[in-house]
């Protein structure tokens, strides 16, 4: 049985920093599209950051050079580093597993049959 076990999340200041972390079991994050997506009350759930199978990092616009997404795969474990955080970036993060999408572009654009998802971490950004 897979388990994606998010933690991590909290409240912060404007520019301040965490560090998310995904820890999985029932497979092994080196053979998976591993992600992460977050949710806005009212919003859809948004693409935030994929590690491909064979290494490939894609990042959302909106987060690119202040996040940053690594694996341990010694821990199994999903890391997402989020520096110079911003009160738009206020979210229920969740991490995200598929060995069968073959793009990251697409795996964050159209989440809709990712197989695995975790239960979410939810972070705030105060002004």
């Known amino acids: 049985q897979v388990q994606l076990l998010e933690s991590g999340g909290g ?5 301040g920093s965490l560090r998310l972390s995904c820890r999985a079991s029932g497979l092994t994050i080196s053979s998976y599209y591993m ?4 949710e806005a009350p009212g919003k859809e759930r948004e693409g935030v950051a994929v ?11 909106s987060v690119k050079g202040r996040f940053t997404i690594s694996q ?4 199994n474990t999903l890391y997402l580093q989020m520096n110079d955080l911003k009160p738009e970036d206020t979210a229920m993060y969740y991490c995200a597993a598929d060995d069968l999408y073959g793009d ?3 795996f964050l654009q159209a989440p809709a049959k990712i197989q695995h998802w975790g239960q979410g971490t939810q972070v705030t950004v105060a002004s």
């Open 72 to 75: 341990d795969t010694v821990k």
């Open 51 to 61: 590690f491909s199978n064979d290494g490939t990092i894609t990042y959302a616009d």
């Open 35 to 38: 992600g992460w997506f977050r």
């Open 11 to 15: 409240s912060v200041q404007s520019g």
């Open 104 to 106: 990251t572009l697409y």
